[in-house]
């Protein structure tokens, strides 16, 4: 007998913004027409991270910090499938720092939703990478993810939602989803995702939030230009959002591509003995 998980009610803080990503997500599949047996949402650990409980999809529930590497790995096993990683500040840009870096590099076309609320919420509000200097005693200054992303010279689909404006967001899901179902490689979109209870930042966020393709100059095909933009409008005080990178070729660059093909991958491969038991015979004979 086969048996389906229901999703769960979301356990997230009334008025947390991940709920407008989980509506967003919900929105797109379904504009999208993606079968739900062919979305698999690989979450990270934290509040974010538990995404996937609330969706009747395949989920699956990474280490911290290691949804990229999860995730990159599902979708070479079946190119198939439409694969998104969804996680938190500090799950990405802490701990999984370094597949973050590699994600881009990678290009495999898988969308990277990074939930942003500059802050640890599920351990009760400690400072993380993004976490504004003073908070919770922090020294540091906040790490930029999209002037990291777009520094990387890779043919990515970079851009930043708000999670006070689910509409642009469901569209530029869409967007992303669309790019990487094509093959065309990684899609990465930071949401600006307030934790009401240990940061919230929806009055400040609302009034600071600049979208891009508003500014002089915008160009998302023009990564040098669009990181100037982005650092112009942080070093003002701004917050940009938008699309941040749209490659203008349409090439089909997914890493999958390279690796896998267009065939199902290895989870479809026929790995039964006897259908493989003259190719092993002769790889044994040829090490003898
Ligand atoms: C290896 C490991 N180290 C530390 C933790 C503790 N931990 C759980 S969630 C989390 C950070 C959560 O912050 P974030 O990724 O921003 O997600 P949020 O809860 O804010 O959505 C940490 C450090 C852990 N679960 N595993
Ligand atoms: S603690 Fe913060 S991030 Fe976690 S569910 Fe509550 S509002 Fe959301
Ligand atoms: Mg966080």
């Known amino acids: 007998m086969v048996q389906s998980y229901k999703p769960v009610p979301p356990i997230w803080c009334p008025g947390c913004g991940d709920f407008s990503v989980l509506a967003a997500v919900k929105r797109a599949a379904a504009d999208l027409k993606i079968p739900t047996h062919e979305l698999v949402l690989v979450g990270g650990i934290g509040c974010s991270g538990s995404i996937h409980n609330f969706l009747e999809i395949n989920g699956l529930h990474a280490l911290h910090g ?5 995730a990159v790995g599902v979708k070479l096993a079946n190119p198939s499938l439409t694969v998104v990683a969804a996680g938190g500040d500090g799950d990405g840009y802490a701990i999984g720092m370094g597949h973050f870096m590699h994600a881009f590099k990678k290009n495999a076309s898988i969308l990277y939703i990074v939930m942003n609320n500059e ?7 400690q400072a993380s990478p993004t976490s504004q200097l003073g908070f919770e005693g922090n020294v540091e200054p906040p790490f930029h993810s999209i002037l990291t992303a777009l520094s990387i010279p890779a043919p990515n689909f ?3 939602t708000f999670s006070g404006d689910p509409k642009t967001m469901t569209a530029i899901l869409e967007e992303a989803l669309r790019f990487n179902r094509e093959g065309r490689g990684f899609a990465f979109v930071e949401d600006l995702s307030p934790c009401v ?8 966020w609302r009034e600071k939030v600049t979208d891009v393709s508003k500014l002089p100059g915008y160009d998302p095909t023009d990564r040098k230009a669009m990181f100037r933009l982005c650092l112009e409008a942080i070093e003002g005080g701004r917050i940009p959002i938008g699309v941040m990178h749209r490659p203008k070729d ?4 997914g890493l999958e591509l390279k690796l896998v093909g267009e065939k199902l991958g290895p989870v479809r491969t026929d790995i039964r003995i006897e259908s ?3 190719a092993y015979q002769k790889l044994i004979s040829g090490l003898a």
Do not use: E, F, S
Request: proline share 0%.
């Open 158 to 160: 970079i851009a930043r």
């Open 197 to 204: 209870t240990y940061n919230d930042t929806y009055k400040l």
């Open 276 to 278: 493989n038991l003259a």
């Open 250 to 253: 349409g090439a089909r660059d």
């Open 66 to 70: 290691r949804l990229l590497a999860q």
């Open 119 to 125: 802050t640890y919420g599920l351990t009760k509000g």
